[in-house]
Each structure stands twice: as structure tokens, then as C-alpha cells.
């Protein structure tokens, strides 16, 4: 049996998702009104059923050729996740209904449709995936802000670095080249120019981000793949450093 890093067991459990959805979603909540607990705990539970129901759906029927250690690790122990995929469910729901704002739980049903339609677009046309999966993520994190004021500077921001995760992570895991390192300087000028204006949080932690993506892009070359897949994530961890100072 191979033995995994522990910084790799994280990813291999969806867990790194969930962790960067509620930082950010904890993060953003300090420039507005507080969000209820319920609100972060549905959104970290359904950010953990959608990511390990994709990996399971992935890794349906026979393997094709050589899969990446998550995908390996949903193939080798799908009856297990399915069984704590239905227990999380029911918790996720119970609080749902129990304790989440009526307008949030409403909009949160507002978005399964969304989920299907990504799920139909990745089959039919697999290039959208990776926005289309950066626009949910970033939706369902900034959602409850938004109901409360939809004027946010930097939404549109976060959803081009959330699929420019996704996208680094695809060109990595299957040897394609991409314009990676253009697209994170762009976003990084984008995001610094937003800061620039309106001196938002927000915006300065995106623009530190896409400049940690921008040298990840650079110095992707020398690391491994296990290096690369951990680092990206990390490089969406930069409201930790503004929750320091």
C-alpha cells in the first residue's frame, strides 16, 4: 500500500475544498453584516458532497488509464464515502432546514439547476468545466454576502481564480500546456487595480493570490505533482495572512 504525504490526505479527502470555501466565506462575512453559523457549516458540508460525489462519478466504471492519487483513492474506497456522503447529507439538510436564513436556503435551492447544468456541460462540452466549476464554487461562497449587498467588488475576480485552480490542477494532472503564468499576471493586475480603487480586503488578498499563482505557474517545472497540487491550494489561502495583521 502506498503511503501519502500528509499534506496530500487533505485533497484526498475533498477536505481542501471545504477549507478554503469556509476561510473565504468567514473572511468576506468581516466587510459585511455577520453571517449565521448555520450558513458556513451548510456551505462547508456541501462543498465536501459535491467535490467527493464528482470524484465518484469520475472514477465510475473501469479505470482509464493512470489516475491521480484523489481519483485513485474515490475508485478504492467508494462504498465507504457513499455511506458518510449519506450521513453528511442528512446533517447538511437537517441544518438547512432547521437553522438557515429562509432567502439563503431558498437561494441555495435556486442553484441545483446550475449543478445540473454543469453536470450536462462537462459530458457535452468538457472545456467549460473548469469555469463552470469556478462560478459555483465561488457562488455558493459568496452567496449569502451577495443577498446581502450584490454590488461586491471582486466577485467576478474569484470565480477566474477558482477555475484557474481548476484549470491548473487539469493541465498538470494530464500534461497539457497552458497559458498559466499569463492568465495569473492578468488576474493579478485585475485584482490589484480593484484594490487600487476601493482599498477592499477582498481585493488585496485576490491579488495576493494570483501573484502566488502566478510564481506557482513559474516554478511548477521543478515540483512534483503532489508539490504542485498542494501548493495551488495554498495559494488560495491568502486571507489567513490578512486575519494576521
Sequence with gaps: MTVRPWWLWPNLLSLDAVVIAVLWQVFLSRTTAPLETASTVVLGLSVWLVYTADRLSDTWGAARGEESPRHAFARRYRAPLMAVMAMVLAVDLAVAFRWLPG?????????????????????????????LTGLLFATGIWMPILLVDPWRPGFALFVLLCAWNCTAIDAWEHSTARPLAPAAAVLMVAA??????????????????????????????????????FAVDACLLTPLLLHAV
Design 192 to 229: 490589484f487595480g480593484v484594490f487600487s480603487v476601493t482599498h477592499l480586503g477582498v481585493a488585496l488578498a485576490e491579488t495576493l493570490s494570483a501573484a502566488l499563482c502566478c510564481g506557482l505557474a513559474l516554478l511548477a517545472p521543478r515540483l512534483s505533482v503532489n508539490h504542485r497540487r
Design 103 to 131: 432567502r439563503e436556503l431558498a437561494a441555495g435551492f435556486s442553484m441545483l439547476p446550475a449543478v445540473a447544468a454543469r453536470v450536462f456541460a462537462v459530458r457535452r462540452y468538457p472545456t467549460l468545466k473548469n469555469l
